[in-house]
């Protein structure tokens, strides 16, 4: 998927274990499927997940994991990724590795049984986030989860022409512009997850169970992670989901916006390799311009 990905397999995994942590280098190993971007993942046994980045831009997720997460999970009423240890780089894999606990389920791919409560079960989730104490955040990067639109309007303006006839390019630019054009955040920056997609919910029973993939968290505006209206619900459980939030006008758009600009991003640089993120994205960019 990437021009300088680093290719994984199961023999590079158990070495990598027997160097490092050979209580576990005996273990089944086998890879998870998924279409997932910036990691590999491995089964480990019955209860343990080996996650090594494919690319240098996913390096800094599972520090940022080791430090935020066992923080935020006692305040949060969906389970989130537990880590149990961090691997560096050996066997001629550059990059720092982790070792997480095993959480159950499937992605929220068509898999949730009630969406109307499955709005209710993600929006708690939201709330409980944004109300963390997020003294000590690490500062924001430039286009980060949760920055102001304007941030995004050159890479979206670059996409939309990137893909040329393959989308209603005309439309995506209004609706583009309908979202920048919404008043800024002028509220305090809270805790945002960043890429609630349907890939980072685990369903569990038919019922949604774990949110993973913290790479995006960040302090910002809270309409980004509004972005499952688009993504993961339709009809009368995308407005259970937005009274759940009581999300005003404003926001609204502000959310519509960054769920086009995931969209468009994923839709040219995935279109030839990864299948699954284009079916999602071009369902969210579908649900956007049809609300608009």
């Known amino acids: ?45 019955d209860d343990l997940a080996v996650r090594l980045p494919r690319i240098g831009w996913a390096t800094n997720q599972a520090a940022k994991e080791a430090e935020w997460l066992p923080k935020l999970a006692p305040q949060l009423p969906l389970a989130v990724p537990v880590q149990l240890a961090m691997g560096h780089p050996a066997e001629g894999y550059p990059f720092e590795w982790s070792v997480y606990s095993w959480l159950p389920g499937e992605s929220a791919d068509g ?34 989860r949760g920055a102001p639109l304007a941030e995004l309007d050159e890479q979206v303006r670059r996409s939309i022409a990137e893909l040329d006839d393959r989308i209603d390019a005309d439309a995506t630019i209004l609706s583009w512009e309908e979202s ?13 997850h960043g890429d609630l997609l349907p890939g980072n919910l685990l369903v569990v029973d038919g019922r949604l169970s774990a949110v993973i993939d913290f790479g995006g968290l960040n302090v910002g505006d809270p309409a980004c992670d509004l972005q ?58 579908a649900q956007v311009l049809a609300e608009g």
């Open 111 to 144: 898999t949730i049984d009630d969406l109307d409560r499955a709005a209710v079960d993600l929006a708690a989730f939201v709330n409980a986030l944004r109300q963390i104490d997020a003294t000590g955040a690490h500062p924001r990067p430039a286009r980060g």
């Open 180 to 192: 920048l054009d919404a008043p800024r955040w002028d509220g305090e920056e809270v805790w945002v």
């Open 1 to 45: 998927m990437h021009a300088d990905e680093i290719d994984t397999d199961v023999a590079l995994v158990r070495r990598l274990l027997a160097g490092q942590f050979p209580q576990w280098a005996e273990l089944a190993i086998d890879p998870v499927a998924s279409y997932g971007t910036d990691h590999d993942i491995y089964r480990l046994g």
């Open 228 to 285: 499952p209206a688009w993504n993961v619900f339709a009809g009368d459980s995308r407005t259970r989901y937005r009274a759940e939030l009581e999300v005003d006008d404003a926001s609204w758009l502000r959310s519509r916006g960054w769920a086009l600009y995931q969209a468009v991003s994923a839709l040219p640089y995935y279109w030839h390799t990864n299948p699954g993120m284009i079916r999602q994205a071009s369902h969210a960019l």
